[in-house]
């Protein structure tokens, strides 16, 4: 298989290019989307590629989105490399539908983890929903709750209330996709737990199709997209070891960089651990070795 692909330019029109994502048009209105082995980390893109690290997001993607599909549809039509586009594209590309994109970013959090520890130790709530006092780091929560936020072209996304949202999407819009998201959390986090991994949190996209029915768009249920801890060294109080970019962040902490572009240089080591902790995760959840 080819190596690290940071970078791709097909001979095809652009749509968009993201952090790790490059989507392209193809012929006859449908779109070409490649994960890259770009990494992200507080809002930087970093000069090293992750081995594997796009075809985890892609094959893990493709698992969730079969596996859910009693619940929601999904934009994919087909994961073949389309003929005359080079080779590195197998396992890391899919042909997907063009949909009309809802602006939300549709956060479900089961645990406290991230910047709901950090909303709740300041106000006792995340995003505007109050919780119970006494939680910690790490705590299960009474129940799922949606949290979603903007979707943010650069920089941070910015986390909404339910008004907000209403507001942006419309009420009909928006209880159809809090409800999709519970839903699919509520079976993905099932599901990993008999898999023994916790899924804390996960943020998913929607699109309306042709029909004007909403479908799974973008990733669903990654490493890059979800927070996933082993059960087995779960501890409430502490910030659990993670299957995502946690390890990434951790080590950047100890570096004194700044957080602001551009991001450093990655170690060897560091990346080597951070593919093995996103193929282990694919294996983990799926039950099925890693094929590439």
């Known amino acids: 298989m080819d190596g690290i692909i940071t970078k791709t330019e097909l001979d095809l029109k652009p749509f968009s290019r993201g952090k790790v994502r490059d989507t392209y048009e193809l012929p006859g209105g449908n779109l070409l989307m490649v994960a890259s082995d770009r990494l992200s980390a507080f809002d930087a893109v970093f000069p090293e590629g992750i081995e594997k690290k796009g075809r985890v997001l892609t094959q893990m993607s493709l698992f969730w989105f079969e596996r859910l599909k009693g619940i929601v549809d999904n934009h994919l039509i087909s994961t073949s490399v389309p ?4 080779s590195y594209l197998e396992g890391r590309c899919m042909t997907v539908k063009k949909v009309k994109i809802i602006p939300l970013e549709c956060v479900v959090r089961g645990y406290m983890a991230g910047s709901g520890w950090k909303d709740y130790q300041k106000t006792g709530a995340i995003c505007g929903i109050k919780l119970p006092a006494g939680l910690k780091n790490a705590s299960k929560l009474p129940q799922p709750i949606f949290t979603p936020s903007t979707k943010a072209e650069k920089g941070h996304d910015e986390n909404i209330g339910e008004e907000a949202g ?18 699919i959390y509520s079976a993905a ?14 943020k998913f996209e929607f699109g309306v199709n042709d029909e004007g029915e909403i479908i799974l768009a973008d990733e669903a249920l990654t490493p890059d997209s979800s927070r996933y801890w082993p059960a087995v060294s779960y501890k409430e109080g502490i910030s659990p070891p993670s299957y995502d970019k946690q390890f990434v962040r951790d080590y950047l902490e100890t570096t004194g960089w700044n957080k602001l572009p551009p991001a450093p240089h ?5 990346m080597k651990k951070t593919t093995e902790k996103y193929v282990e995760c694919y294996e983990r959840l799926t039950g099925k070795k890693f094929p590439y």
């Open 83 to 86: 003929d005359g586009l080079p």
């Open 166 to 183: 209403i507001a942006l999407v419309g009420r009909e819009t928006y209880n159809a996709v809090r409800d999709l998201s519970l839903r």
């Open 189 to 202: 986090a099932e599901y990993a737990q008999a898999r023994g991994i916790i899924l804390a949190d996960t």
């Open 266 to 270: 990655l170690p060897a080591d560091v």
